[in-house]
């Protein structure tokens, strides 16, 4: 099996190449009609979750500030292991009518050469351009033991030289232990407050174990090097600009005591922003394009060749 990286470098409608690479994370990407499929997703999301696999659809997920489409849909396709999609028809007036939605999503996994689980009713009929590819017809009685032996044959088919043995959430964690960081629990509204200036660039907030210092942690293994150094300036924009108006707010009747501020000065000291990429080649592009952008606080860029390095190299 080839197991070179293959990034979309082609965008559908027309916008500037993405890089999303293609099966890179063990998800499943369901196309379906939200108001005719709730027993079906009920059972997929149970058998996928069951088999170490993320059920993943557009319905389900926020994209602030992003185009819908690419991040909601076209992303999640070609980063899924596999697809499925529900062909049931919507009724209106008693006549049966195909999903738009559903059958434009289908045709994007065709069009990516993704391994696509296709379901429909088995009263109901396949629109004429994909009633000649195979597709699983079942009923309310026999859906879950068609679904379970399509998925499973769906796993073997897609999945890697061995499955891994922890999920990718676990293993950014894992690298983030190493370096002595974790995750801020976001207990508090200061923390909170801290995260949300993140947020809508991907950015998660991460400390150091004594919770002395703040870092903006950004995984974007996903995005070109020129979109991850722009979010870098966002982010120090964002920062940078709340900071320096909060003489102002409390002029204006903010209430800050002398704990909130000690945190917000050591947060201005020891702040730091770390971002992972996929290669070296990005990592180099990044580090390269953050040495002269004049950033306030240190900037660390990493590859997934560091997470493997480090993870290779704990004891």
Partial sequence: M????????LCVVGLPRCDFVFSSTRTCFIGYGFAVSALEMGILKHLLSERGIEPVEAGGMLAPAQSAFCAK????IITSQFCIVLLNNDVHNGIEVPNPNVNMEYGLMLGFNKYVVPFQREAQRLPFNVAGLDTVKYDNENFESKAIKAVDLAIGATVQ?????ITPDQVIEAFLLS???LFVPLANEGDRILFEMGRPLGFNMVMT????KYLYFGNFTFLRPEVVVWRLKMLQRII???LGSIKQRIQLGMKIDAVQTAGLESLNK???????VTGDDEKAAVRAAVAGAGFTWPVEVFAMSDVSSALENLK
């Fill in 2 to 9: 080839d197991k070179r990286i293959r990034r979309n470098e």
């Fill in 73 to 76: 849909i076209c992303s999640k």
């Fill in 161 to 165: 030289d061995a499955v891994p043995p």
């Fill in 179 to 181: 370096r002595g960081v």
């Fill in 209 to 212: 174990f004594d919770g002395m």
């Fill in 240 to 242: 940078t600009e709340r």
């Fill in 270 to 276: 020891h702040l730091q922003l770390w971002t992972l």
